[in-house]
């Protein structure tokens, strides 16, 4: 079969939407792939990935980058914002093909190396999610506990603390901002324009659920608002969250600490019930 070629769409190639913020970075490429958004933002040399999504997905965001006119090899890092499936599920599938270097978390790398969600405690936020079948939901979208394993090397990122200086060497004008709560791993990643990637660190979907845009599952509830105020203090001005839509700062801060660490329920049983929903 011919090789496909990306070289003639190269000079159509338009961001699709301008990511919403201050100044003037403020372009970059942004989809979403079933339950999670996906955003490639320049690089020197091509692109940083943020989000290696569900590996089920993994084709679809193959098309989705051949109707960019955008090769995969151009993907040169992929920022991972934690380990979860939805998250990190076509992580290895996109290195093979784009030899792309990883940026995570050194907490994420022993999940990742196993391919395998950890659960670490925590609870869920309400009751309505419990009885809202939101698991179930998510099951249907295709999230899973098990994804392939990526084995991290001497080339990819492990990230231990905030960091100011990895992503400008990289050609992205931003810092990574280590924001804990959803899980021990979270990461994101703040342009200067204060665009603000945070992964599960916030969350936009079906507010019925009364989440006032917390992840309705929560490992330490306090980290989470701590996160938050990080976020802010450091200059996010509108928060781009794995799933839904971006979120202006001010929202954020008319629901800081709404819930307490206190408020989680089925905390003493929720690694057993993941593990039976979700393998
Ligand atoms: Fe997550």
């Given at each position: 079969?011919?090789?496909?070629?990306?070289?003639?769409?190269?000079?159509?190639k338009?961001?699709?939407?301008?990511l919403q913020?201050?100044?003037n970075?403020g372009?970059?490429?942004?989809?979403?792939?079933?339950l999670?958004?996906q955003?490639l933002?320049?690089c020197a040399?091509g692109?940083?990935l943020?989000?290696?999504?569900?590996?089920?997905?993994?084709?679809?965001?193959?098309?989705?980058?051949?109707?960019?006119?955008i090769?995969?090899g151009?993907i040169?890092y992929?920022?991972?914002t934690?380990?979860?499936?939805?998250h990190?599920?076509f992580?290895?599938l996109?290195?093979?093909?784009?030899?792309?270097?990883?940026i995570?978390h050194?907490e994420?790398?022993?999940p990742l190396?196993?391919?395998?969600?950890?659960v670490?405690?925590?609870g869920?936020?309400?009751?309505?999610?419990v009885?809202s079948?939101?698991g179930?939901y998510?099951l249907?979208?295709?999230?899973r506990?098990f994804?392939?394993p990526?084995?991290?090397?001497?080339?990819d990122?492990?990230i231990e603390?905030?960091?100011n200086?990895l992503l400008?060497?990289l050609?992205?004008?931003?810092?990574?901002?280590?924001?804990?709560g959803?899980?021990?791993d979270?990461?994101?990643?703040l342009?200067?324009?204060?665009?603000?990637?945070?992964?599960?660190?916030?969350f936009?979907l079906?507010?019925w659920?009364g989440?006032r845009?917390?992840m309705?599952?929560?490992?330490?509830m306090e980290s989470?608002?701590?996160?938050?105020?990080?976020?802010?203090?450091?200059?996010a001005s509108t928060?781009?969250p794995?799933?839904?839509?971006?979120?202006?700062?001010?929202k954020l801060?008319?629901?800081m600490?709404?819930?307490?660490?206190?408020d989680?329920?089925?905390?003493?049983?929720?690694?057993?019930l993941?593990?039976?929903?979700?393998?």
């Amino acid at each position: 079969m011919a090789e496909k070629s990306y070289a003639h769409k190269r000079s159509e190639k338009q961001p699709d939407i301008c990511l919403q913020g201050k100044g003037n970075m403020g372009t970059g490429i942004s989809f979403n792939l079933g339950l999670t958004n996906q955003h490639l933002l320049p690089c020197a040399g091509g692109y940083l990935l943020v989000e290696g999504g569900s590996k089920k997905k993994f084709p679809q965001f193959l098309r989705e980058l051949e109707s960019k006119g955008i090769d995969p090899g151009e993907i040169r890092y992929l920022f991972i914002t934690h380990h979860h499936e939805d998250h990190a599920g076509f992580a290895a599938l996109l290195r093979e093909i784009s030899g792309c270097r990883i940026i995570v978390h050194k907490e994420a790398v022993k999940p990742l190396e196993e391919g395998k969600c950890a659960v670490t405690g925590g609870g869920i936020i309400n009751w309505r999610v419990v009885f809202s079948g939101f698991g179930f939901y998510v099951l249907s979208k295709g999230v899973r506990m098990f994804f392939s394993p990526v084995k991290l090397g001497d080339a990819d990122f492990i990230i231990e603390k905030d960091d100011n200086e990895l992503l400008r060497s990289l050609g992205v004008p931003g810092k990574i901002l280590c924001t804990p709560g959803h899980s021990p791993d979270s990461i994101s990643l703040l342009l200067d324009e204060g665009s603000c990637f945070c992964g599960d660190a916030a969350f936009n979907l079906m507010h019925w659920l009364g989440h006032r845009y917390c992840m309705p599952l929560v490992s330490d509830m306090e980290s989470s608002y701590r996160s938050w105020r990080k976020m802010i203090r450091e200059g996010a001005s509108t928060i781009y969250p794995s799933h839904g839509n971006p979120i202006p700062r001010e929202k954020l801060e008319q629901n800081m600490d709404y819930f307490k660490q206190e408020d989680l329920v089925l905390t003493k049983v929720l690694p057993k019930l993941v593990d039976i929903f979700f393998s």
